[in-house]
């Protein structure tokens, strides 16, 4: 009995160390369980934030996305002029169909910014096949939609490629890419569109400066120190660089814009103010430019190889106005004068109005009238001043289609008042998307 009760004792005892054992297995393996659930919770909660910044990225990329636009507008016209004789030359009556169109691209990677690009394609000429039969007949051409047409017709090609941003709250702005001076000088509310305003030179832009206005490589900076108040400088590479003998005379050295960017390249500065007078809306700017690249001086031109003519840097002041006079009648003013030992023409001045919805039952019509005068450079043997008017009137069609009629008449044709007047008229469609 006593051996029995021994053997009892020892089977308990070993079955409670037994039981003892297994629990802290159990337990340990719980914990281990536990901690891998953690681990598993932990990889869950990350794959979840990775997922949803996945997702936040991908919707930053749609809101990006969003903002890509394309718009783009084609303009066909005829132009044709009667002319007579310019200089002792007897030129044909010039005229002839055209077009040009443009697809414009924008894209905001962010508030802030703001990539711009177009295209642009066109072919014909028009009045200014007049500049095919003579060198230089006029002081400022009659078809400024001709002017950046590519030389192969029927291609595209990229005229402006720039990237805009804004810091301090919109206080400084800054672009940088491929585009011309005149987005940032010279500009004009009333006269600077020659799509769908003025066509002829003088009332699209300072007819002196615009020789020196190419697509090119650019830096320019906004500066808005005051409310209506705006700083502009810009510097710009240069398609020149020296002057050189080419067999017949001395001219400007051509070069690629993108070699030497920096290279004697142009600069100008601009002063805007920005006031309102109940209501009614202005622009007042006065700039600065120079074009620091070698210009051969005015009396100083020859065709001998061994005489190097003396040169100048083209530089200028300008100024330009617009004002609403009235809900629909704005007024535009401009002026300029350029170093008279390289240019042609050493002062200007244009200016008119521009009336919108002249008639009740046209509301979105458009009648533009201007008058310019070219003085030329004293050193030259035609010094009478050329005179420039030209009225427009657009008509709305639509809001993607218009009209315009546009007449031109010239006085003293090439600063002389022996050369007969010319008369110019266009017919412009516009088609824009």
Do not use: C
């Not at 997922?51 to 996305?65: A, C, G, P, S, Y």
């Not at 004789?85 to 055209?98: E, V, W, Y």
């Not at 042609?344 to 919108?356: P, W």
């Amino acid at each position: 009995m006593r051996r029995a009760l021994l053997v009892l004792s020892t089977v308990l005892i070993t079955s409670q160390g037994a039981v003892a054992q297994t629990d802290q297995e159990i337990l340990r393996e719980l914990q281990q369980l536990k901690s891998r659930i953690s681990q598993l919770e932990q990889a869950l909660k990350e794959k979840n934030a990775k997922e949803e910044q996945v997702e936040k990225e991908v919707e930053e990329i749609k809101e990006r996305l969003s903002s890509l636009e394309i718009h783009g507008g084609i303009r066909l016209y005829y132009q044709g002029a009667s002319v007579g004789t310019i200089d002792g030359q007897n030129f044909s009556n010039p005229s002839g169909a055209g077009y040009n169109a443009d697809i414009e691209l924008t894209f905001k990677p962010d508030e802030k910014g703001e990539f711009y690009m177009r295209l642009h394609s066109g072919a014909g000429t028009g009045a200014d096949k007049l500049f095919d039969e003579a060198d230089e007949p006029l002081f400022a051409n009659l078809n400024t939609l001709a002017d950046d047409n590519p030389d192969t017709e029927g291609t595209f090609k990229m005229l402006e490629a720039y990237y805009t941003r804004d810091f301090l709250n919109g206080r400084v702005n800054l672009v940088v890419g491929k585009t011309e001076p005149f987005i940032m000088i010279d500009d004009n509310e009333y006269a600077n569109d020659e799509t769908t305003q003025f066509v002829g030179k003088p009332f699209v832009n300072n007819p002196i400066l615009d020789p020196e206005d190419i697509f090119a490589p650019m830096v320019g900076i906004t500066l808005s120190p005051a409310e209506r108040i705006e700083i502009s400088a810009v510097v710009q590479s240069n398609d020149t660089a020296g002057i050189t003998y080419d067999g017949n005379e001395w001219v400007q050295r051509e070069k690629s814009v993108y070699d030497n960017v920096f290279d004697q390249p142009f600069y100008a500065l601009q002063l805007k103010y920005s006031p309102e007078f109940n209501g009614l809306k202005g622009n007042y700017r006065i700039y600065f430019w120079n074009d620091s690249a070698d210009h051969i001086k005015i009396g100083e031109e020859t065709d001998d190889p061994n005489r190097k003519p003396g040169t100048e840097d083209g530089w200028g002041v300008g100024v330009s106005f617009d004002q609403q006079i009235s809900e629909n009648i704005g007024l535009f003013f401009r002026a300029a004068y350029g170093n008279d030992d390289v240019y042609e023409v050493e002062k200007f001045v244009s200016f008119g109005a521009s009336v919108n919805g002249l008639f009740d039952s046209r509301p979105n019509d458009t009648l533009g009238v201007g008058v310019a005068a070219l003085i030329p450079n004293d050193k030259l043997k035609n010094d009478d001043t050329e005179y420039h008017f030209e009225t427009y009137y657009r008509m709305a069609l639509s809001n993607n289609l218009f009209i315009t009629p546009d007449l031109q008449y010239v006085v003293n044709p090439h600063g002389s008042s022996d050369n007969d007047n010319i008369l110019a008229g266009m017919v412009r469609a516009e088609f824009s998307f």
